[in-house]
């Protein structure tokens, strides 16, 4: 009896002891944690305390950033990580070591709202909220979460001239910057032209007649048609997203292809683009697209990419987004269509609105921006800035898109010239940059500028050409959507709260634009019905708010 | 001994008669608690303790100051929620699809129990339970990827439909049938599992008693009727209180999963709410807070009030 008295306690014991060691770590990694309110982590690496505060090379005292980007782990995970050249020297060069937070992109946004209510956010970090969530950017903002920008960006000057866009100077508070936009382009007037693809069928199109781009959305349809006739089976139009269901508005009222953010002036008032008399017609032309069969039957169910992936397959005539550019990609669509080349996937330009312009998509030249943590020292705070305009320059966004010079490419009369097999990437070689590398761009205007390498596998090859010629071909025949940024990114209490019902991708306003297309009801006075709902939401406030901010600042 | 002494003894307190009954419970059966004392604590930290986070449904979140730091702000925050009109729509959502589930989707285990306790005994009756209980074990995202394919314009359902010569159908856009298919793909996933507890009451019947009864004269429905179902309607009993004090939990994994822009209408629930409100819109944790502390609430008030209905009116016991 004894014994089994002692043998029960034992177990009980253990079993406490157990739950105490579960609830232990989080214990003693908050006991660790450095007065300034660094975690432990961040302590062991940084230098101690007593060292000299400041040097005369600000790049002496080793610093270690915890950085959040999508699927940075994975790169960091991979086998060939530690033989990542590109990384390792741009960590001597800055005299940095890099700790991995993972986000993905099922996640990023709550993870990273968490993470700031628990003050756990990594030094930098990746997310969308300066242009999509204006209310939490100037919370966080103002509660010293972010960390603000310092005034003189002189040491930083890839930072200080995209801070200098007019799409990005409307975003400060209180006077200050608290992020830094992940730009493709330095140059504003090319961004935007190849964010609405619309990919097709050259090879289906010019079978079925139609060898150029449509001059009309009514020579759009007939193309649509006369392809599906030839290919009964396929879907005509496939979307990748919810976002590009908009694209053909490009054609109607292009302003609208932005409806979750875009302001309009109508008659003297400054409205929401959603808002405006033009919304119900460019509405109804989607409507009609559903409705007449050419819209994929299933564009409301899918989840993101299932329709690209038709088109990949040979089973849609169009995909309106969807990277292409991706190798796999390109190769999957090569190994589903055997009968096709890759060169018969076509970029097509949008067609003409009423006005005879064609219009390329235009809101902000980037949809999320690298934020700091407030957390950071000054000194940390200079090495992340430093990290971040490097990585924002040429020098780099050759390294992403060539790899080193004399390695992985040669210049021949002045072209980058692969030095790689058909079957080696660059993603394979330097996983860690990979993923890593687009912190703080997406080097876009580097391939733009026409300096990536001819990439050795010749479908890769083809449609880097075909992109390469269509973004040269609508960014001098179109023009950018006429948005103005003052307007569009102006934050008043109203704008931000009815912003809070128009942009979330569950249950915002491009949700209300699918209920519409799939209703069998009059999509013109569904339209209305819809602007009318957000009388509830805050629309009138919002637009009271706005223009009387417009009058004081002087805007027309 | 002396009378005083001895006075002194027999008013001298039993120090274990003093104890209150609890403690004596507990000193009685020390090891039992001993043994239960992980788990207890295990609810303690990670379901009491995070509690206090209900605190905020009546303050305003501040970033810097944290949840005890941030500024109260008295029923700001429910006037917020009962102004919005998504929680409106989410509230009245929430309501119809449990009371469906409850009317459809409870009795179904209690069925399907009662159905494989008249299948013979043997290998048969292990392998249909298999089949109905593997379900339960597969996630709402991979259910939700089959149940699209099935349903998509050139899946299997509208291959039948054509094969029959009729028309094509988007049942997932469809908000009467899209519920529909909540409550049918629920009862596939779940009724096997559920059926578990009632098989277990239904294995605790002494044979003999069908022995008997079936010496009587008793058809297979009238044994089932006057032995089988007496035993099971007390488990459904307790299922059916818990399951009314679960009202407000529409079921977050399967809605969220299978729901579309086309559908949010009839399907967006109060959890699908709170997440969106807490994660994506600029509403907030104070609001997402506020819409979980309503909802706790009603679930608390109609758990007690089917318990007091099982108990009073139905002669049941409950909880």
Request: glycine share 6%; hydrophobic share 45%; with cysteine.
């Amino acid at each position: 009896m004894r014994n089994k008295k002692r043998f029960v306690t034992a177990i009980s014991l253990l079993a406490f002891a157990t739950v105490f060691a579960g609830c232990s770590s989080n214990n003693d990694s908050d006991s660790s944690a450095s007065s300034s309110g660094q975690p432990a982590s961040e302590q062991t690496a940084s230098p101690s305390a007593s060292e000299p505060a400041a040097s005369a090379d600000p790049l002496a005292k080793p610093q270690e950033l915890s950085v959040a980007i999508w699927d940075i782990q994975d790169g960091f995970d991979n086998p060939e990580a530690k033989n990542d050249t590109i990384y390792n020297d741009l960590t001597k060069k800055l005299n940095i070591t890099v700790k991995p937070v993972q986000i993905t992109w099922n996640d990023w946004q709550e993870k990273e709202k968490v993470w700031a209510a628990s003050a756990q956010l990594p030094d930098i970090f990746a997310n969308a909220i300066a242009t999509d969530n204006r209310s939490l950017y100037s919370t966080w903002a103002k509660q010293g979460v972010l960390k603000a920008l310092p005034d003189d960006l002189s040491a930083y000057p890839n930072i200080a001239q995209v801070m200098e866009l007019p799409s990005a100077k409307p975003l400060t508070v209180d006077g200050k910057f608290y992020m830094v936009p992940r730009v493709g382009f330095l140059d504003g007037s090319s961004a935007g032209v190849m964010d609405r693809p619309i990919l097709y069928r050259k090879d289906w199109a010019a079978q079925a007649g139609y060898t150029s781009d449509p001059n009309s959305y009514e020579e759009f349809v007939a193309m649509v048609k006369a392809v599906m006739a030839q290919h009964p089976d396929a879907t005509g139009i496939a979307i990748n997203n919810k976002d590009y269901l908009l694209t053909p508005m490009l054609g109607s009222f292009p302003e609208l292809a932005s409806m979750k953010d875009a302001w309009v002036n109508e008659d003297g008032t400054w409205i929401p683009a959603f808002a405006s008399a033009k919304a119900p017609d460019a509405v109804k032309q989607i409507w009609e697209l559903y409705h007449n069969g050419l819209l994929d039957k299933d564009f409301a169910i899918q989840k993101d990419a299932d329709g690209f992936r038709k088109f990949l397959n040979g089973q849609a005539f169009i995909s309106l987004g969807g990277n292409i550019r991706d190798p796999n990609n390109i190769e999957a669509f090569a190994k589903a269509n055997p009968d096709a080349k890759v060169s018969d996937i076509g970029y097509m330009s949008i067609w003409p609105t009423a006005d005879g312009n064609r219009y390329n998509f235009g809101l902000t030249p980037y949809w999320s921006e690298t934020f700091f943590s407030n957390k950071l020292d000054d000194e940390k705070f200079d090495r992340a800035l430093r990290l971040v305009d490097y990585m924002m320059s040429e020098e780099y966004s050759a390294l992403i898109s060539n790899g080193i010079e004399g390695v992985d490419y040669k210049l021949e009369d002045g072209k980058a010239v692969s030095l790689l097999g058909t079957e080696q990437t660059l993603v394979q070689k330097y996983p860690i940059t990979s993923k890593f590398g687009y912190l703080a761009s997406w080097h876009s205007q580097f391939e733009a500028e026409g300096k990536k390498v001819v990439n050795a596998n010749p479908n890769v090859a083809a449609i880097d050409t075909a992109a390469s010629e269509a973004f040269n071909r609508f960014k001098s025949e179109n023009k950018a959507s006429p948005i103005n940024f003052e307007i569009t990114l102006m934050s008043t209490p109203a704008k931000d709260k009815l912003a809070g019902a128009l942009t979330p991708n569950n249950g915002g306003i491009v949700d209300e634009l699918f209920n519409v297309v799939l209703s069998k009801s009059d999509p013109v006075e569904a339209w209305k019905k819809v602007v009318k709902s957000y009388d509830a939401k805050g629309l009138q406030d919002a637009i009271t708010e706005v223009n009387a901010e417009a009058k004081e600042m002087g805007i027309q | 001994m002396s009378n005083s002494v001895q006075t002194a003894l027999q008013h001298k307190p039993d120090p274990r008669r003093s104890r209150s009954p609890l403690r004596n419970e507990i000193s009685k059966h020390k090891y039992l608690y001993i043994l239960v004392a992980p788990t207890i604590l295990f609810y303690l930290l990670f379901t009491y303790v995070p509690m206090y986070g209900i605190v905020l449904a009546f303050k305003e979140f501040d970033y810097s100051k944290g949840i005890f730091g941030s500024p109260w702000i008295g029923f700001g925050n429910f006037s917020n929620v009962f102004a919005n009109p998504d929680f409106l729509n989410a509230f009245r959502n929430t309501v119809l699809i449990s009371f469906g589930r409850l009317l459809i989707e409870f009795p179904a285990p209690i069925l399907l129990a009662l159905l494989l306790n008249e299948v013979s005994k043997g290998k048969l009756t292990r392998v249909i339970q298999t089949v109905f209980t593997f379900p339960h074990f597969i996630s709402w995202v991979v259910i939700s990827g089959i149940l699209v394919g099935i349903f998509s314009s050139q899946g299997l359902y509208n291959q039948l439909l054509f094969l029959f010569g009729l028309e094509g159908r988007s049942v997932l856009t469809d908000g009467p049938s899209f519920t529909a298919v909540l409550f049918l793909s629920n009862i596939w996933k779940e009724a096997g599992w559920s059926a578990i507890l009632y098989l277990a009451a239904i294995a605790g019947i002494n044979p003999e008693l069908y022995e008997a009864a079936a010496v009587d004269g008793a058809n297979r429905f009238q044994q089932m009727k006057a032995i089988t179902w007496p035993v099971v309607k007390s488990t459904a009993a307790v299922l059916l209180i818990l399951a009314v004090g679960n009202i407000m939990n529409g079921g977050f994994d399967q809605i969220f999963n299978l729901y579309n822009p086309a559908v949010y209408k009839y399907s967006d629930i109060l959890d699908t709410l709170v997440y969106r409100s807490a994660f994506q819109d600029a509403t907030g944790f104070g609001f997402s807070t506020t819409v979980g502390f309503l909802k706790s609430v009603i679930n608390c008030a109609l758990l007690l009030a089917a318990n007091y209905f099982i108990k009073t009116v139905a002669k049941e016991e409950g909880l």
